[in-house]
Structures are given as C-alpha cells and as structure tokens.
C-alpha cells in the first residue's frame, strides 16, 4: 500500500536498496505508475484479509464455505443427469464430427499471421510471450497455449494449431449449452449440429490463431450469464469474471460480445422479476454485475501487467492497429469490411443454405415471445452495444473480430427453425416428438453434406505451398554464415519453414548485426508490385555489409518467388 501512495523518489530509493548494484535502472516513473494498481491491490488485500482474520473470521470462513457450495452447484445443475444419457450420447457424436470435418484441415500451409505468431511469440520463452505486444498479432492467451504445445509435441504445423482446433470443437459444446438454455435441447442439438458444419468456423478451427477461442468463450459467457440470472451462485460470478478475463486476454475484441451480455443482464432484471425473487431485490442483482466487471476488470490488469511493464501502454491502446479512423474514412471502411465479412461467412456455403440461416434468425425474433425462455431479444443489446462501441472506437473492424457475431447467429438461426417447426406441429397436431426426429435428421443431412466438403477440401490444401517449396530449396543450399532476406506477408510463412527444415533462426534474425556474411539469398514475390530486388536490398543499407543489386544473380524460381543469391561486395 506503501508503495502505491508515496511519490516515485521515495519509492525509487527503496526499490535500488533490493538491487545488487544499488541501482534498480529498470524501474522507471512509467513502471512506478503501471503498478501502482497492483500495489494497491495487494495492500489493500492483505489488509481486508487480515482484519477480517481478526475481527471477523466467521466472514472468512462463510465466504469459503459460499464458493465452495456455489462450485458444488455448478457440478450439480450442469453435469449429466443419468437419465440423459443419450441426450450427452448424442452431444458426443456431433463432437465427433466436428472433430473428423476439421482434421483434414489442420496440415494446411500456414498462413502470415499463423507463422508469425510462433516466430515472433510462441517460440521464445514464456516471459517473451506475455510480456512482449509489438504488434497486436500476439493473442497471448493462445500464444501461451501453442508455446506449450509447440514446447511439449514439437512445431507442425497440426500441432502450432491445437489450440485454434480445440476452441473450435469446445465451440460445439458451448452452443449446444447456449441453445439450450435459452430454447430447448432440439434448438441446442441445431446449434451444436451449425457450429460443427460451417465452413468458416471448420477451417477457422484449422487457423492457428485466438478466434476460435474468443467463439469459445463469449458463448460460454452467454450461458453461464443466463444461469446467473436465476442463481445467486458466487463461484459462477467469479467464473463469469474468469471467462471475461480471459477472453480478453486472448483477443481484446472480447470487449464486444462479453460488454453486450452485461447489457443483456443489466436489461432483463428491468422485465424479469424472478432475477428480483432470486436475489432478494434487482438492486443485488446489479451489485453482483458490478463486482463481477470489477474483478473482470482486475483480472484483465494482472493478465496484461507484464505487457504494460515492458511493452507499455502504447503497445495496447496507441498501436496503429487500434487507432480510431478519421470520420472520412471511417464509414466507407466499415462497409466495406462488413461486405467482406458477410463474403467470408457465406465461404462455401450454397446460397440455399445461407437463406435458410438468414431465415431462422428471422423467425426466432418472430417467434421469440413464445420460444425463448429469456425476456430480452438478445440481438437488442449486442445491436445497441456494438453500435456503440464502432462510435466511439471507430475501428478498422477486420472480418476475422466478428467470428463470436457470426456463432451467436447460428445458435439464433437455429433455434428460430425448431420454434417455427413446433408451431407447425401444434396447428397439424403432429406427435410431440416428431420435431425431435426432425431436427436430428437435419443435423445428420448437415454433416453428411459437410463431410466430403470437408475431405475434398482439406486434400486440396494440404498440399506443400510456395513458401515451404522455397524455404526447403533454401535450407539446402545456404551455409553456415548465410542469410534469407524476404519482406512483407511471405517472410513469417517462410522463416517458419526454415526452421522446421533443419535452418537456423541466424539465417533471418537479427542481420543487421551479423559481422560478417558469406552468401544471402534474396526472396522476392514477383506478384507484389511493392516488392523488387533493389527495394529489399534497401533494408541492409544499415547492415555491416550491405548488399547491392550489381552483387546479385537470379538462383532459382519457385512461384511466385524468385530468388537471387547474393555476394557481399
């Protein structure tokens, strides 16, 4: 506490007492103000904690005994009940199928931002992956996750890309729960039986990079903030906080579904009176979401702490990548990027289908009165919020952020379908358990379409790519003191490849360093306009040795690269 409320001098002096030298360089003015909340954190907690063990210890032992009874809950209302075996059998196989549709997806070529999320992240050490935020390419949560798995079942590319596979399988789960819980369990199975098949969110699973796991967890977020609504649970509050945190944490765009289901929460304890009987009164309700956001909020902090310290604030908030754009430009873009998305959404999808979707989130705002268990249209809130925060962020809204949009309307679509095939069955008077019949036999026709989509597909593109073609020729023929100049999306791909065909990262690391160099090899991609021999040879003008155009000799062609070798003049 000490050292959040005095002055940096004061705690400077201190602080160079701990050091060996007597002089703790590190720890700047900036730093001073970038912990002075976790300072005050763990004052002021240790303070509560311990006048609590004084004055209150019965407090202690009751808050213990809340968490532990809340988690024992949990465990209770979402496991499994033994007579809903076969509803979890059922839950079981659609996995498996989501598992089978994304595996001829995962030797795919990497992409750029794939390749240089484990160059430029998950390869260094821990410390690196969560402290180092040059470029917001680092989803840390994920790169942790591939450094841990890279680390422990080496660098395929199957294995850089398990984590991105796991969040897409657990993302079936997630919308069978949400489905459920805000419908019935036909609309869960639809959900589930939609987020297996979708060709986005199939090869997205296969694109080892932090979406699948943002899905993941704002659908998780949904579901359990439904259960909170009706259950005063403070192990599934610290877990909401948990899923938030988080989620932040592995892509800040978090921010959106997870700002719009506090909304959704916020909203339904106006129109939904047993949230008041649950907790006693609406005003407990909303000091529960007030202390979730904040513990949220300081779990956001501790996460990002080490980012702050040395990469700085600017890193995260003044990158050029988040920076607001100019109200000039700032629509044109958005539609834009939003033209591109709805592009990218309906990726080999046959129209009929991407109707029939359009369709069902239609009928279940429709039918929404009588289907859903919830009060408030949930696309109410997340219209208001998103809205909100594209004012006042304006951003460069990329097409990949809207991955947690694009789950959420599938889960919609699908339960729109069921209550309007329920509707029907009561005005035919169909037998009660002819829509479950249906609604399975839509899913396994769903899968059985996707599976040779998904085969033929993933045969297609697994196929060596020019940048592992390349990087192979490469590593044949450069020496120990040689080195690769590539520029612009190719580079990472390339490097990536380099390593895993024996290379070394001295071949492309750190060059302007190099003493000496005896041979390089100059990539460039004859099908960027932006790129020429001379314009990558400007990039060693600051070199030891720089490299000129007069030393270089066309080596090889493997398209669209051609390679120059390259002596030191």
């Known amino acids: 506490?000490?050292?959040?409320?005095?002055?940096?001098?004061?705690?400077?002096?201190?602080?160079?007492?701990?050091?060996?030298?007597?002089?703790?360089?590190?720890?700047?003015?900036?730093?001073?103000?970038?912990?002075?909340?976790?300072?005050?954190?763990?004052?002021?907690?240790?303070?509560?904690?311990?006048?609590?063990?004084?004055?209150?210890?019965?407090?202690?032992?009751?808050?213990?005994?809340?968490?532990?009874?809340?988690?024992?809950?949990?465990?209770?209302?979402?496991?499994?009940?033994?007579?809903?075996?076969?509803?979890?059998?059922?839950?079981?196989?659609?996995?498996?199928?989501?598992?089978?549709?994304?595996?001829?997806?995962?030797?795919?070529?990497?992409?750029?931002?794939?390749?240089?999320?484990?160059?430029?992240?998950?390869?260094?050490?821990?410390?690196?992956?969560?402290?180092?935020?040059?470029?917001?390419?680092?989803?840390?949560?994920?790169?942790?996750?591939?450094?841990?798995?890279?680390?422990?079942?080496?660098?395929?590319?199957?294995?850089?890309?398990?984590?991105?596979?796991?969040?897409?399988?657990?993302?079936?789960?997630?919308?069978?729960?949400?489905?459920?819980?805000?419908?019935?369990?036909?609309?869960?199975?639809?959900?589930?039986?939609?987020?297996?098949?979708?060709?986005?969110?199939?090869?997205?699973?296969?694109?080892?990079?932090?979406?699948?796991?943002?899905?993941?967890?704002?659908?998780?977020?949904?579901?359990?903030?439904?259960?909170?609504?009706?259950?005063?649970?403070?192990?599934?509050?610290?877990?909401?906080?948990?899923?938030?945190?988080?989620?932040?944490?592995?892509?800040?765009?978090?921010?959106?579904?997870?700002?719009?289901?506090?909304?959704?929460?916020?909203?339904?304890?106006?129109?939904?009176?047993?949230?008041?009987?649950?907790?006693?009164?609406?005003?407990?309700?909303?000091?529960?979401?007030?202390?979730?956001?904040?513990?949220?909020?300081v779990g956001i902090y501790v996460l990002y702490l080490p980012v702050l310290l040395v990469s700085g604030p600017q890193s995260l908030f003044g990158n050029p990548f988040v920076q607001p754009l100019g109200w000039d430009v700032f629509w044109p873009t958005l539609l834009t990027r939003l033209s591109e998305t709805w592009r990218e959404w309906q990726m080999d999808v046959h129209p009929f289908f991407t109707i029939w979707a359009v369709a069902g989130v239609i009928l279940a705002l429709m039918f929404h009165p009588t289907a859903s268990r919830q009060r408030v249209p949930v696309l109410f809130p997340v219209g208001l919020w998103v809205g909100l925060l594209l004012i006042v962020q304006r951003p460069n809204a990329w097409r990949k952020i809207w991955i947690w949009l694009l789950v959420l309307l599938l889960v919609l679509a699908a339960a729109g379908w069921v209550a309007f095939f329920d509707w029907w069955s009561k005005r035919k008077k169909w037998p009660a358990n002819l829509s479950g019949i249906v609604v399975q036999g839509w899913v396994i026709v769903l899968i059985l379409l996707a599976m040779p989509w998904a085969i033929q597909k993933g045969m297609q593109l697994a196929k060596p790519a020019a940048p592992e073609l390349t990087a192979v020729w490469l590593a044949e023929h450069l020496g120990a003191d040689g080195v690769v100049i590539a520029d612009g999306m190719d580079a990472p791909p390339i490097w990536y490849y380099l390593l895993r065909a024996g290379g070394q990262s001295e071949w492309f690391d750190k060059l302007n360093q190099r003493d000496s160099i005896m041979q390089a090899f100059v990539v460039v991609n004859t099908r960027d306009p932006n790129q020429s021999l001379e314009s990558l040879l400007e990039r060693t003008e600051d070199w030891r040795q720089p490299l000129t155009s007069a030393g270089c000799q066309p080596a090889m062609m493997i398209e669209p690269y051609r390679i120059y070798r390259c002596a030191p003049p």
């Open 1 to 297: 506490m000490f050292a959040a409320l005095a002055g940096f001098p004061l705690v400077r002096s201190l602080m160079d007492g701990l050091a060996a030298d007597g002089a703790m360089d590190g720890f700047t003015p900036e730093r001073h103000w970038m912990l002075r909340p976790a300072f005050a954190l763990a004052g002021l907690s240790a303070l509560v904690l311990a006048w609590m063990i004084d004055r209150k210890p019965h407090w202690l032992k009751e808050s213990s005994l809340k968490l532990r009874r809340g988690w024992q809950d949990l465990r209770t209302d979402f496991r499994p009940a033994g007579a809903e075996r076969a509803e979890w059998l059922r839950l079981g196989l659609l996995i498996a199928a989501a598992i089978a549709l994304r595996i001829p997806f995962l030797d795919q070529p990497l992409g750029h931002d794939e390749a240089y999320t484990y160059i430029g992240f998950a390869r260094r050490s821990l410390w690196a992956v969560i402290s180092d935020y040059h470029l917001p390419n680092n989803h840390v949560f994920h790169s942790i996750l591939v450094h841990l798995s890279t680390r422990l079942l080496g660098d395929a590319p199957a294995v850089m890309r398990l984590p991105a596979f796991l969040g897409g399988v657990l993302s079936v789960a997630a919308a069978y729960g949400l489905g459920r819980v805000w419908y019935n369990r036909r609309a869960g199975w639809l959900a589930a039986g939609l987020v297996a098949v979708t060709p986005l969110l199939v090869g997205g699973s296969a694109d080892g990079r932090g979406y699948t796991l943002l899905a993941c967890f704002s659908l998780a977020a949904w579901t359990l903030a439904t259960y909170l609504k009706t259950h005063p649970n403070w192990a599934g509050w610290l877990i909401f906080s948990w899923i938030a945190a988080l989620g932040f944490y592995t892509v800040p765009v978090m921010l959106y579904p997870l700002g719009a289901s506090y909304l959704w929460l916020f909203l339904s304890a106006w129109v939904e009176p047993q949230i008041s009987q649950a907790y006693g009164s609406r005003q407990r309700f909303w000091l529960a979401l007030i202390v979730s956001g904040l513990l949220g909020g």
